[in-house]
């Protein structure tokens, strides 16, 4: 194998400083670092794997439809991407036309699994199933699936499943569930780039990393402050699945030891120390009217949301209708107000001028621009923007045909600052809840950890190659570089 690049999600350098993985450690010590900020708008696997931003792909996190209304979705899928193949190729069609074979295992939003030289299979989610078991159409070959079935290998299992399904809410059974994915991982890759033969191999640890981060983080902030109360379980099983994680990549990096090496996420994760609703600003400037009715009756769903049972949220969860008038809610009179924010997802959130053509709004197409401006100049003059370093700059020129989808404001938001419409304030301050985390209580609305714009970029064995922008298309950029 000529390159093995390593993916964990939402990890940075600090994840691996606790000292529960040596051997990972002992990599980045010696590795050339690259020293990245990713918006949080766009996704950072998509980038990895297109070399190119959200804004020429519509690889986000969240936007809307583009319909002529407000419809809104979370969902993105490679297959989406403009001018796909042609304009935009991703790593694998660029390497195979090179005359490289590839093995692609669990990197996001590839789902339907694409036709490759070697093998690829799909991770979960992006529009494509977040269970356990591999279908067909997520593997190429589509033979694969009975054979990763068959050898126990978990595709994509995520919290809510594992706690309020499978009932893991015992830190050491949901740990070794986590340890198990991983396990099955790492041997199936291992037995497949043996067989196809490949020279470039891409894996990545997805939902067990992300996920353990998430929670565990605020736990190790109360244990270092001595504040609240600590789930020191939860925090042990935390340190077992990161030293069984450190085996796992040893054995990758023992067996592929001739390849160049790189270690890389998508994202970090912080703790969530202010939350900031961009809506509340607008209201305050006169550019958003708010709709008490529609507030309030966002307010009675999310109140009573904990109460619905798991089976039915993903029964309704399938249902795009009734998803999709779910996210497209707003808390604003859409007649009377100039400019939005959604939030949904967990990443950063910008402003949508609430133009005519894309959500049958009042601001006329050649006034977009200079709405976005005037809101720009009054963010960045606000006080509280000023005291928080929080910043709203226009958004990059593209002529992409979803170039639209893009925030017409990007937020720019030190690490810790999780933009969101829960609160009634422009800005709020976060805590950590003082009782121990409790598996059986988590609860999905209270962020204590949320996505830092710090990605991990490492190069193990060799010299990064890559200039340009300075986020996640500079790891595409490099390994074409070297083949």
Request: some cysteine; proline content about 4%.
């Amino acid at each position: 194998m000529k390159m093995l690049v390593i993916g964990m999600d939402g990890v940075c350098l600090d994840t691996f400083d606790r000292g529960w993985t040596p051997f990972i450690k002992s990599l980045l010590d010696k590795g050339e670092k690259l020293h990245l900020k990713e918006d949080l708008i766009s996704r950072g696997w998509s980038e990895v794997v297109t070399g190119k931003h959200a804004i020429e792909t519509g690889a986000l996190y969240e936007g809307p439809t583009g319909r002529g209304s407000l419809d809104w979705t979370e969902s993105f899928k490679i297959a989406d991407v403009p001018g796909l193949g042609e304009k935009v190729k991703p790593l694998w069609q660029v390497l195979n036309e090179r005359g490289y074979k590839v093995g692609v295992m669990n990197v996001p939003t590839t789902f339907p699994a694409p036709k490759v030289d070697g093998f690829l299979v799909s991770g979960g989610g992006g529009g494509g199933p977040t269970s356990q078991d591999v279908a067909p159409e997520q593997c190429y070959p589509s033979s694969l699936s009975a054979r990763l079935n068959g050898m126990g290998y978990i595709l994509d299992e995520r919290r809510p499943t594992l706690l309020f399904e499978k009932g893991l809410y015992a830190p050491a059974d949901f740990f070794a569930r986590l340890r198990e994915k991983n396990d099955k991982r790492t041997q199936a890759f291992i037995e497949l780039a043996s067989e196809f033969g490949i020279d470039f191999g891409f894996i990545v640890y997805k939902s067990s990393t992300v996920t353990t981060e998430t929670m565990l983080i605020s736990e190790l902030e109360k244990l270092s402050i001595g504040k609240g109360e600590v789930n020191h379980d939860f925090i042990k099983q935390s340190e077992i699945f990161y030293r069984e994680l450190d085996e796992n990549v040893r054995s990758l990096v023992e067996k592929y030891n001739e390849a160049e090496l790189l270690l890389i996420s998508d994202h970090s994760m912080v703790i969530n120390r202010y939350s900031v609703n961009a809506n509340e600003f607008l209201v305050e400037i006169g550019y958003q009217v708010k709709d008490k009715r529609r507030r309030g009756l966002m307010d009675v769903i999310k109140a009573y949301k904990h109460l619905v049972p798991y089976s039915l949220k993903e029964k309704i969860k399938k249902n795009k209708k009734i998803k999709n008038s779910y996210q497209s809610m707003v808390p604003f009179n859409p007649k009377e107000t100039k400019a939005f924010s959604q939030s949904f997802s967990s990443g950063q959130h910008g402003i949508y001028i609430n133009d005519e053509k894309r959500f049958g709004g009042l601001v006329k197409e050649d006034y977009i621009n200079e709405v976005a401006q005037e809101i720009v100049s009054k963010f960045n003059s606000h006080p509280v923007s000023i005291e928080h370093g929080l910043v709203a700059k226009i958004k990059p020129k593209s002529n992409s045909a979803v170039a639209y989808k893009f925030p017409d404001i990007v937020l720019d938001c030190p690490d810790g600052y999780f933009t969101n419409n829960k609160f009634r304030e422009f800005l709020v301050e976060t805590e950590i809840p003082d009782e121990a985390l409790d598996l059986h209580d988590v609860k999905k609305n209270h962020r204590t950890a949320v996505k830092g714009h710090t990605p991990l970029a490492v190069n193990v064995n060799d010299q990064w190659s890559a200039e340009g922008s300075n986020d996640l298309t500079l790891v595409y950029q490099h390994i074409l570089s070297k083949f």
